[in-house]
């Protein structure tokens, strides 16, 4: 679809979705991207602007709901999960979007999130991560590596992060996934791809904070360091990664291990991805490097795992038209009926 920023036939651009507030976000911020990726999906998806809405908690990230031209809220710290879940079970037809940070989702708001997860409504989580909290000027957060020195860690944090995908597994999430704001292709393809699915979607997005903590993701995105040390997850292909495609992941068992191809193992030879595995989505998971026994396993990005569910709002909805239908009763037939009790003294 034509995203220029003047109408073709009518539908809607990039540009229909900006507003006309003063974006206050440092220059550089990751947070720029993820905007613009955003607006650039919306036009393709179809969806009148009145019917869309975007609900934010506290913290940098949290600004977003200003910078659209929809409807959306700016609510209180760790609470944009509820918010929206009240928001969707009153009004299924709409589309909700949940931005959120690290901070703000992991930490006061983490009782909120799983169990939305749990719930399965039928809205898109875009959870920013940049392993810091920078509105409130760098103290470390729950996805802080340890180790981490900041303003409330001078020497070192001694936490033991989450990881926020197996955080979503384990909350029964029925699409989980992980992008990166510097590779903008991949963002839009899994924002749109997040969309269509019919529940929760939950996407971390590694989001640089260029103030508080620049390069947090810089091996991940820098060209000389990328290759080796990201790989991209594509449904029924091997897992390949490196300069040329030349390494591969490979299971011995439920353990996985980096293999060259070559003589010795050809891509046939390596693990296809399927995201619909949720073991293997949890071995994936802990492809993390925060001194544990998967050390030197590339970070996956992409889906890690996708299943069909009932939705909380389309099960509550039909629960509702079924009590319509029970035959209805007087109230005061109700209150001098047979079930009753008495009070002595």
């Not at 918010?83 to 909120?112: C, E, F, M, Q, Y």
């Amino acid at each position: 679809m034509d995203t220029k920023e003047t109408k073709t036939n009518g539908a809607l651009t990039s540009k229909d979705f900006m507003t006309d507030q003063e974006i206050r976000w440092c220059p550089g911020c990751g947070d720029y991207s993820i905007l613009k990726q955003v607006q650039t999906v919306l036009p393709t998806l179809g969806i009148p602007k009145e019917n869309i809405v975007f609900i934010s908690g506290i913290g940098c990230s949290s600004r977003y709901p200003y910078y659209m031209n929809t409807y959306g809220m700016h609510s209180i710290h760790g609470r944009a999960a509820a918010i929206a879940s009240g928001l969707k079970a009153a009004r299924p037809d709409l589309d909700v979007w949940i931005i959120t940070g690290d901070g703000d989702s992991l930490s006061i708001g983490g009782n909120h999130l799983i169990h939305l997860l749990r719930r399965n409504f039928n809205v898109n989580i875009l959870l920013f991560n940049n392993e810091i909290y920078g509105l409130t000027k760098g103290q470390y957060s729950p996805t802080s590596p340890r180790g981490k020195i900041t303003k409330s860690t001078p020497y070192g944090s001694v936490d033991h992060p989450f990881n926020p995908i197996m955080l979503a597994l384990g909350a029964q999430g029925t699409y989980v996934a992980r992008t990166v704001d510097r590779n903008p292709q991949h963002l839009r393809d899994t924002i749109t791809a997040a969309h269509q699915h019919n529940g929760s979607s939950f996407i971390e997005i590694y989001q640089n904070c260029n103030v508080f903590n620049d390069k947090a993701f810089e091996r991940f995105t820098d060209k000389g360091s990328k290759d080796d040390n990201a790989i991209y997850m594509e449904p029924n292909q091997p897992l390949l990664f490196g300069e040329n495609l030349s390494k591969g992941i490979r299971l011995d068992g439920f353990k996985p291990e980096v293999v060259e191809i070559g003589e010795k193992f050809a891509a046939d030879d390596c693990w296809v991805h399927d995201p619909t595995d949720k073991i293997k989505a949890s071995i994936l998971a802990n492809f993390f490097d925060y001194g544990d026994e998967l050390s030197g396993l590339p970070r996956p990005f992409g889906v890690f795992y996708q299943t069909e569910r009932y939705t909380y709002e389309s099960m509550m909805e039909e629960q509702i038209k079924e009590a319509q239908t029970r035959k209805k009763t007087k109230l005061d037939a109700l209150l001098s009926g047979e079930h009753f009790w008495e009070v002595k003294a």
